[in-house]
Nanobody, 125 residues
Framework: EVDLVESGGGSVQAGGSLTLSCAASGDTYGSLAMGWFRQAPGKEREGVAAFSTGGGHEIYADSVKGRFTIYQDGAPNTVYLRMNSLKSEDSAMYYC??????????????????WGQGTQVTVSS
């Protein structure tokens, strides 16, 4: 079992920035693919950004390309999401996700194996 703990959510005005962080613990042997999904009230869950495999390349949803950056800082099984130029439509619960094989963002893809509890991001216009 893998536990994911997110932090860094909050409220910000449109155009502002936030950075989310996520740390994985538990059965983290080997490299985990890690990333972020989000869900706003009344909307479908959306894959936002991820390292497609453990140590793999970054992938992004079209809606956040050029504004969001997923990165790691060398700490094992830790991932960050830097969100710039935030828009009101970015408001959602953001979930850290992990999978021992791969993460795919497109709708209808298999769901990642592990999910955090979520951290709320609210962008006011």
């Amino acid at each position: 079992e893998v536990d994911l703990v997110e932090s860094g959510g909050g409220s910000v005005q449109a155009g502002g920035s936030l950075t989310l962080s996520c740390a994985a613990s538990g059965d983290t042997y080997g490299s985990l693919a890690m990333g972020w999904f989000r869900q706003a009230p009344g909307k479908e869950r959306e894959g936002v950004a991820a390292f497609s495999t453990g140590g793999g390349h970054e992938i992004y949803a079209d809606s956040v390309k050029g504004r969001f950056t997923i990165y790691q800082d060398g700490a094992p099984n830790t991932v960050y999401l830097r969100m710039n130029s935030l828009k009101s439509e970015d408001s959602a619960m953001y979930y850290c996700v992990a999978d021992p094989v791969r993460i795919l963002l497109r709708a209808g893809s298999p769901s990642p194996s592990y999910w955090g509890q979520g951290t709320q991001v609210t962008v006011s216009s």
